[in-house]
């Protein structure tokens, strides 16, 4: 049973950063690419980035490219979500998700997710 558990989210003031982080409970994360999603209240789950099995491979959202950076440190068995220049429409709930590739089936279980709330 695959699950992740997100962490790094708050509040934070327009313009300003946060690093998102996803580390996996009970298995070895270097095996899967991994996806961060959001879903916004009242709004659909959007993939938000993926990083490939060997991190030489990146895909983002049209709305986050340029602004956030997704990274894979399989020493320490986590992937993160650098997310620079936060607009309020960044502000959601935020899951990884292990996937075979990217795109990708998820493989994973959603977790309870990191709430990231941009306002000033």
């Known amino acids: 049973q695959l699950q992740l558990v997100e962490s790094g989210g708050g509040l934070v003031q327009p313009g300003r950063s946060l690093r998102l982080s996803c580390a996996a409970s009970?298995?070895?994360?270097?095996?899967?690419?991994i996806a961060w999603f959001r879903q916004a209240p009242g709004k659909e789950r959007e993939e938000v980035s993926c990083?490939?099995?060997?991190?030489?491979?990146?895909d983002y959202g049209e709305s986050v490219k340029g602004r956030f950076t997704i990274s894979r440190d399989n020493a320490n068995n986590a992937v993160y979500l650098q997310m620079n220049s936060l607009k309020p429409a960044d502000t959601a709930v935020y899951h990884c998700?292990?996937?075979?590739?990217?795109?990708?089936?998820?493989?994973?279980?959603w977790g309870q997710g990191t709430q990231v709330t941009v306002s000033s």
């Open positions: 998700a292990a996937q075979g590739s990217c795109p990708g089936l998820r493989l994973s279980h």
């Open positions: 009970g298995f070895n994360l270097e095996h899967y690419a």
């Open positions: 990083i490939s099995v060997s991190g030489g491979s990146t």
